[in-house]
């Protein structure tokens, strides 16, 4: 079996309040883009993949289509170890074409994705994390009440704009739930050293479940004093690319949680990697979350139900879209999303919202 045919294309989806406008300290956004890639085999079956559009690598030539079709074309679908060593599309373009080729493996087997991926290991209902963008001190009281009243257990926040902007959120959602919602913030690596730590230190009193990637990527070792120096847990995100980098991150004692995501660590593969490492190191993970459409977020799903170490909620934005690609949409509960039962990623690109979509 070889891949055949590929196509790629760019969709946009609007967003809608809780979720927008979703403020991080970079800007604020009302609409997910994201890159679907769709695979063809010369046996005729078609596997999708997606991955986040707005942190694509564009240093390469041409279109993102042009320079998948020299990689993909020819591959046999089912090597995806191979895939994964030989990457040299990057680690955003590799993971959407990885996706789709597990898609495919799938509908070959007539088995969802979790089976071929060693089954489930835990109940296939999700429990998800809230989301929120950074919010003055009203605003962020009273969506934290709404994500309490409608099942949710934790709740994470942008922040890393300003030390006492983050505070005073903190301080509202807090005043507004108490510590009925486990809490989170993420910085996006907005912060020096002096700044993150007096900050984590500040942070103490309001018990978060982990102060996320405060300082720049390549902070690992800043990363570990600062662990070492307050009592908030500390997690990283864009720091968690390769095996080789969480393993440093380990080695180091950098982090309290590790939140892997597959355009970061070139795949579902590459996540499942991480998670092993971390496994053996006693540091549990969070799938990281980047605004997913329906496939992505399936692929959370599957990797999640079928690993040990995803004890805790993971990251989700789905219930602020307002729309997707795939059909029929996936549900939320109480703060839980069930695992799609269907082959492959278990989801059916829809060709008319893709259309509808379309950039």
């Known amino acids: 079996m070889k891949i055949t045919q590929l196509n790629a294309c760019r969709v946009r989806i609007p967003q809608k309040p809780p979720i927008a406008p979703y403020q991080n300290r970079y800007k604020a956004g009302w609409f997910k883009e994201s890159l679907l890639i769709r695979l063809e085999t010369d046996d005729g079956i078609v596997g999708w993949g997606e991955t986040p559009d707005d942190w694509i690598n564009k240093s390469f030539e041409g279109t993102p289509e042009g320079r998948l079709r020299s990689q993909v074309l020819g591959r046999d679908p089912f090597d995806v170890e191979p895939f994964y060593a030989e990457n040299t599309l990057g680690s955003y373009l590799a993971s959407g074409v990885e996706m789709a080729m ?12 979790y089976k071929l991926l ?47 902007e983050d505070l005073e959120m903190v301080r509202g959602i807090r005043d507004g739930v ?15 050293y002096p700044v993150a ?5 500040d942070l103490e009193k309001y018990h978060l479940e982990y102060f996320e990637q405060p300082m720049e990527f390549s902070k690992i070792g800043e990363s570990a004093r ?25 080695q180091l004692g950098a982090a309290d949680v590790l939140l892997p995501d597959t355009y970061q660590c070139g795949g579902i593969l590459g996540v499942k990697k991480v998670a092993a490492l971390c496994e053996a ?30 004890p805790i909620a993971n990251d989700c934005t789905y219930y602020g879209l307002e729309n997707d690609i795939v059909t029929p949409l996936h549900q939320i509960e109480r703060g839980h999303m069930p695992v799609p039962d269907g082959y492959g990623l278990g989801v059916s690109v829809d060709d008319a919202k893709v259309a509808k979509y379309r950039l």
Request: proline share 5%; hydrophobic share 40%.
């Open 281 to 310: 190191a006693g540091i549990p993970c969070v799938f990281h979350c980047a605004h997913d459409l329906g496939l992505k977020t399936a692929a959370m799903l599957h990797v999640v139900v079928s690993t040990p170490n995803f």
């Open 226 to 250: 600062l662990r070492r120096l307050t009592k908030t847990p500390l997690g990283l995100n864009e720091s968690v690319t390769t095996p080789q980098i969480v393993l440093q991150i380990l």
């Open 102 to 113: 597990w898609d495919i493996i799938g509908k070959v087997a007539k088995l969802p994705l």
């Open 178 to 192: 108490g510590e009925r919602l486990k809490l989170r913030i993420d910085p996006n690596m907005g912060y020096d």
């Open 197 to 201: 730590l007096q900050l984590a230190r």
């Open 118 to 164: 060693g089954g489930a290991v835990r109940s296939k209902s999700i429990e998800l994390a809230a989301c929120m963008g950074i919010r003055p001190y009203d605003e962020a009281k009273e969506i934290a009440k709404g994500y309490l009243d409608a099942g949710f257990t934790t709740l994470k926040t942008k922040a890393g704009r300003r030390a006492e």
